[in-house]
């Protein structure tokens, strides 16, 4: 999301909480069926990801930023209790706007039986560690990846004892923390981490990388820190081990890293089907933002490009003339399958403020949707009226897209995009909020149905 639309942007909003069943389709939809959005939920304050236990339980995790996770059971109620609130563990969020606080869950391939997830939340700076070069300055958050175990008393109660964090890593400012888990069909955990924040990769906390016209930044770094990055780690060590095939391992490279060249991949996902792509939504700054097919050791370019674009971080508003296609390594600088004008860009045309990267359905509900890639736009134009796209994934060169037409919602959600869930059966989920910032009460779940 963007640090730049923090300014001027505070929603009074409050509504009282009141969760609503979720309610099954009974028969198969028609193949033509038109999708609309089914509440599953409400009275929340700022969801952020949402996943179904893979056990038996047909139990929804919707994670809200504010520390809590709450659990929609097979009912479709709410369960009393949070399953788990780290809010005492985090640092403090603005209520305004917010990149930081808990982001992400994911749920260890065999959570059935050794009943293991793990939680990305960014803590409090720890005590004894300035900035790098900057004498005086603090960090202004920890980036914390921990694992848990569900209560042996309560399956619907996190161990909160049970926490064995597994990476602590610096970040200097409230935005671009990435903060998407997720388990791949290797059965490794993969972890977005973003560039450390700010604008045009200034500041504290950014390191010189070989790209000196634009001033250096972490995210054509591979060897000072983890930001910048999508990484790859085997949860089963102490506190976890490195997969030998990792791109960088046996290098003076961080060997976690599995790609690279990120400003702030917020949402990933790996398609249930097909080939099992890693597809990442990274929101860009002022004028354009992507989508990546994700591949081992690949760079994707920033800060030297925005999307398919040399980037300036000398003029963000204007695009630089020229710039490499290779880094310093000679490895190409991969550009994006979806671009998208962002609103700010002086251009027109633009289609939001921040992607939110999203799945592909792989459902039974919307026959039409099935192996289309759905993700979104925070905003459109700094209001509450986020949007939802559908993409048809190509063998080479960029995917075409179009705006997701929904019954009930129209010409957009009339909400901010907050995220985009997936269960198990493939069918998507829709997370949004009135409010940019985590306060009140007006946090939504829909279900993406068929319309009746």
């Known amino acids: 999301m963007k640090h730049a639309i ?23 939809s028609p193949s033509n069926a038109m999708p609309d959005l089914q509440l599953v939920a409400d009275g929340l304050v700022s969801p952020v990801a949402m996943a179904e236990a893979p056990d038996s339980s047909h139990r929804l995790f919707i994670v809200d930023e504010t520390g809590k996770i709450w659990i929609i059971g097979a009912d479709g109620k709410k369960a009393a209790n949070p399953f788990i609130d780290l809010s005492s563990k985090m640092v403090t969020l603005s209520p305004n706007y917010d990149e930081r606080g808990l982001l992400g869950l994911a749920f260890h391939p065999q959570f059935k039986t050794n009943h293991k997830f793990y939680l990305f939340y960014t803590a409090p700076p720890r005590p004894g560690t300035p900035v790098p070069g900057a004498p005086g300055a603090l960090w202004n958050n920890t980036t914390t990846i921990s694992e848990f175990t569900v209560s042996a008393a309560d399956s619907n109660i996190a ?24 388990f791949g069909p290797d059965g490794f955990l993969y972890i977005s981490i973003g560039d450390g924040g700010n604008k045009d990769d200034v500041g504290n906390g950014h390191v010189n990388d070989w790209y000196a016209v634009n001033q250096g930044g972490n995210g054509q770094d591979i060897y000072m820190n983890l930001m910048g990055n999508i990484l790859r780690i085997d949860v089963n060590g102490s506190p976890y081990h490195v997969p030998a095939d990792n791109p960088f391992v046996g290098t003076t490279a961080k060997p976690e890293i599995w790609a690279y060249g ?22 860009g700054q002022s ?21 398919t674009h040399c980037f300036d971080t000398d003029s963000d508003l204007l695009v630089r003339a020229s710039c490499p296609n290779t880094d310093s390594a000679g490895k190409p600088l991969i550009d994006p399958v979806i671009e998208m004008v962002n609103t700010a860009n002086p251009k027109g045309g633009g289609l939001g403020i921040a992607v939110i990267g999203g799945m592909v359905y792989r459902g039974s509900a919307l026959p039409a949707l099935v192996g289309k890639y759905l993700f979104g736009m925070l905003s459109t134009s700094g209001k509450a009226d986020g949007q939802l796209y559908s993409s048809t994934p190509e063998t080479s060169g960029m995917w075409p897209f179009e705006p997701l037409a929904l019954k009930s919602f129209t010409p957009n959600l009339g909400t901010y995009l907050k995220s985009i869930g997936q269960d198990r059966h493939g069918e998507i989920y829709v997370l949004t909020s009135d409010q940019l910032g985590p306060q009140g009460t007006t946090g939504k779940v829909y279900k993406l149905v068929a319309a009746p």
């Not at 001027?8 to 009974?26: R, T």
């Not at 990120?262 to 929101?283: A, C, I, K, T």
């Not at 990546?292 to 999307?307: A, F, I, L, P, Q």
């Open 6 to 28: 923090i300014v001027g942007i505070i929603s009074l909003l409050s509504l009282p909480s009141i969760f609503s069943g979720c309610k099954k389709n009974s028969s198969p």
């Open 287 to 307: 004028l354009y933002e992507e989508v990546d097919d994700v591949t081992r050791g690949g760079n994707y370019g920033w800060n030297v490009k925005e999307g």
């Open 159 to 182: 161990d909160m004892g049970s926490e064995r964090v597994l990476i602590r890593s610096d970040h200097p400012y409230l935005n671009h923390n990435g903060g998407t888990l997720a």
């Open 262 to 283: 990120f400003r702030n991949p917020y949402r990933f996902s790996f398609d249930m089907g097909g080939s099992h792509q890693l597809l990442v939504g990274d929101e």
